[in-house]
């Protein structure tokens, strides 16, 4: 039993692993997407809002039709739907289609969360659960850290169309896989979800038991996941412009995650020390305060900045979602007490990251496309050399580095 519960957390912590390096790799492309296809600040926002839109949009109606099909076969086929959308979006060529294909990422991707943190909670019906969701959401971190950062690292080798294409072939590999794993255990089988759904109907008000408080939280939750999301769509484009390479780039998201996951540990236990009220306090002050920061740094000292601001920027939600769980109900059963966890944080998503990006990415909108063009078009450059010219030149990643050479590309 003890080994069976681990298989499903395994198998969980692995699909957890791979959607969010999907989610979190476009902070590296949309950088070279707005070279390559000479996008408007707007239209980046854009690109990142279809993305965690569908994602957050569609993660109440996965919750609902796992209660129904069961979660394997729909998480498997989330995978499967995030896989190939990337890799339909290595073969564009535009804006429009580079839009429909996140759009279809996004709301496969929103099978995961939903539906892992359920296969987990009734794998550990009467363990370690707390242990075991802890440990599930560590996996995310390590995809957010590791996936990135490798991506940029091949960028300027093999391309950013073959670079997401390998993965994504990763991505269909780990789809298989996590079928075939919960079927052979016997998890996430639409019995089990059945028996949750007629649990989750006797539920009245979702399980909140303090419709104010509640309501309180969340709106600091909405302006917290509002921030987060709009510094890391656009950081990627402040650090190229003080002369940061992609590369650089992978390593600054690095940090920022790394700082991210110390976060989750550090800030509940400063909540425990001081209170909730007070944390929320000192980590959106030091939010606010490490992103002005940045806009003033130079390059170097910036990614020395950053792993404490991923610390403040990221410590809020842990905080806020542990302060949450006792303005809610226990229901019966470890998968019902998910399902409304999981209803709670996408209805907030929904409402959070559907427009952030787009509106921040609006506010520049007076000749943005000139100034993008000007920082990441290497053409631009080399016909009008400036300092660190070389550094940006490195960011004409649409073709690998032998077929840019074989051009007489990238020859210093």
């Given amino acids: 039993m003890i080994r069976r519960a681990r298989a499903v957390l395994a198998t969980a912590c692995g699909a957890h692993f791979i959607h969010d390096g999907f989610s979190d790799i476009l902070y590296v492309l949309l950088p070279v997407w707005a070279s390559e296809f000479g996008l408007t600040f707007a239209q980046v926002g854009l690109l990142k809002t279809l993305y965690t839109g569908g994602m957050a949009a569609f993660q109440v109606p996965a919750g609902i039709l796992a209660e129904r099909r069961g979660e394997a076969r729909l998480l498997a086929a989330g995978t499967a739907v995030t896989a190939l959308a990337f890799l339909t979006a290595g073969l564009t060529g535009g804006f429009v289609a580079l839009l429909a294909c996140l759009v279809a990422g996004g709301l496969g991707s929103g099978c995961q969360h939903p539906l892992s943190s359920s296969l987990v909670a009734h794998a550990y019906e009467s363990g370690a659960r707390r242990t075991a969701l802890g440990t599930y959401n560590f996996s995310g971190d390590l995809g957010k850290v590791a996936v990135p950062a490798t991506v940029a690292l091949l960028l300027p080798w093999i391309g950013w169309r073959r670079a997401i294409e390998a993965y994504a072939v990763i991505g269909l590999l780990a789809a298989a896989v996590i079928l075939g794993l919960l079927a052979r255990l016997g998890a996430g089988r639409a019995q089990a979800a059945a028996g949750s759904a007629r649990g989750a109907d006797r539920a009245s008000g ?174 631009l450059h080399a016909a009008a050399p400036t300092p660190g010219g070389d550094r940006v030149r490195s960011l004409n990643v649409a073709a690998p580095v032998g077929e840019r050479q074989g051009r007489g590309e990238g020859a210093d």
């Fill in 206 to 379: 979702w399980g909140i038991r303090d419709p104010r408080a509640y309501r309180a939280l969340s709106a600091i939750h909405v302006i917290d996941n509002s921030t987060r999301t709009g510094f890391l769509t656009f950081m990627p484009f402040l650090l190229i412009g003080k002369g940061a390479t992609v590369q650089s780039v992978g390593l600054a998201l690095m940090l920022v995650f790394i700082g991210g996951a110390v976060g989750k540990f550090a800030c509940g236990a400063l909540a425990d020390r001081v209170g909730v009220i007070r944390t929320v306090v000192i980590t959106e002050a030091a939010t606010g305060a490490g992103i002005l920061l940045l806009l003033t740094l130079p390059l170097g000292a910036c990614l020395f900045a950053l792993p404490p601001l991923g610390v403040a920027l990221n410590g809020t939600s842990s905080v806020l979602r542990h302060r949450r769980r006792p303005r809610l109900e226990r229901p019966s059963g470890p998968q019902l007490r998910d399902l409304l966890h999981a209803r709670h944080r996408r209805l907030r998503a929904v409402a959070v990251r559907l427009r952030t990006p787009q509106r921040l990415g609006r506010r520049p909108t007076h000749a943005d496309g000139r100034r993008l063009r000007r920082v990441l078009d290497p053409s």
